[in-house]
């Protein structure tokens, strides 16, 4: 199976501009997140949702949105990129929401970079 | 604060042992995750250790002192694919998880 689908994998966009990344799983797993990694930092998480219609803020929240709509996709929104939202972007899943001590299974990543 | 400490890069030789040490600080404490990331990729799962002592698979083995705050991974036998960045993460007490920055292990002939 795929597993989880990200795309695109690598962006350029210009400061201003609105982006969405796209994150789809094939494994009905409950739970969905969008983390950031920066070099020299940990993972950040940025949004969650738990289950289908609902989404919770993260760590780094702050610029981004998120949406729910079914079990399958996790779009992530940018809605006015900035200089420092320039990261390596990863959607994951888990077949165990709310308690975190379950596998997180990792889409390939997206590289954006925001000039 | 919550804090993971990992070493920033480690170098070892081919077919020898290296110890990854992970120390952590957080508030509670409900199980620890290594998880490994060759460059340019996505992080894949190793293990998870919520209880105190060794676990092993195969030629990796993950080690955990809840009263230290400390565990480790241990790979033997190391080959040049395991070249690779390796993320510790603690659940703490709200179920949170928190990430160390991880360690880049270089392997040499």
């Known amino acids: 199976t795929a597993g989880i689908t990200q795309a695109p994998t690598s962006q350029i966009l210009a400061a201003g501009r609105s982006m969405t990344l796209r994150c789809t799983q094939d494994m009905r797993h409950n739970a969905m997140y969008w983390y950031r990694q920066d070099l020299g930092l940990g993972l950040r998480l940025i949004h969650y949702?738990?289950?289908?219609?609902?989404?919770g803020k993260g760590e780094v929240p702050d610029g981004y949105s998120v949406s729910r709509a079914n079990t399958d996709d996790f779009p992530l929104t940018l809605a006015s990129a900035v200089p420092s939202q320039t990261s390596v972007y990863f959607c994951a899943s888990s077949d165990s929401p709310s308690s975190n001590t379950g596998e997180l299974f990792f889409g390939e990543g997206s590289r954006l970079t925001v000039l | 604060g919550q804090n993971i400490d990992q070493p920033t890069e480690m170098t070892a030789t081919e077919g020898a042992i290296v110890q990854i040490n992970c120390t952590y600080q957080t508030s509670g404490f409900n199980g620890l995750f290594w998880y490994q990331q060759h460059a340019g990729e996505a992080p894949t799962f190793l293990s998870y250790?919520?209880l105190d002592g060794l676990e092993e698979k195969g030629r990796f083995s993950s080690f955990l002192s809840r009263s230290k705050g400390y565990s480790y991974l241990l790979l033997k036998e190391l080959q040049m694919k395991d070249s690779a960045s390796y993320l510790c993460a603690v659940v703490d007490s709200n179920y949170q998880l928190i990430w160390g920055a991880g360690t880049k292990l270089i392997i040499k002939p």
């Open positions: 250790n919520v």
């Open positions: 949702s738990n289950t289908a219609g609902t989404t």
